[in-house]
Nanobody
Framework: QVPLVESGGGLAQAGGSLRLSCAGS????????MAWFRQAPGKEREFVAG????????DYTDSVKGRFTISRDKSENTMYLQMNTLKPEDTAVYYC?????????????????WGQGTQVTVSS
């Protein structure tokens, strides 16, 4: 059973918006910190946004601050990434991830469960 499943990727124009969703089990969404990462062709996977287990603390990479918003809905076992004012440099495969820890973590190694990824393409 795949623990995390992303959806909501696609093609958007620069300046547009997309909302990504990540669905999973109640065990993960009730107890674990979560995050969104992205990986562009030829580049390493990078942290985009993270949220602690309760949803009360968040962190963002500088390039998306003020444009992206991470949130989680425990009642629906779903995490979201609202992406506004999209730029061509946001083009990447976006992955959701869960950590057995409870804080907000920015490193790939801190996360133990990964989704399969969803493609986001922003045209100029």
């Amino acid at each position: 059973q795949v623990p995390l499943v992303e959806s909501g990727g696609g093609l958007a124009q620069a300046g547009g918006s997309l909302r990504l969703s990540c669905a999973g089990s109640g065990r993960i969404f009730n107890n674990y910190a979560m995050a969104w990462f992205r990986q562009a062709p030829g580049k390493e996977r990078e942290f985009v946004a993270g949220i602690n287990w309760s949803g009360g603390s968040t962190d963002y990479t500088d390039s998306v601050k003020g444009r992206f918003t991470i949130s989680r809905d425990k009642s629906e076992n779903t995490m979201y990434l609202q992406m506004n004012t999209l730029k061509p440099e946001d083009t990447a495969v976006y992955y959701c991830a869960a950590s057995t820890g409870m804080g907000v973590y920015t490193g790939v190694a801190s996360y133990h469960y990964w989704g399969q990824g969803t493609q986001v393409t922003v045209s100029s």
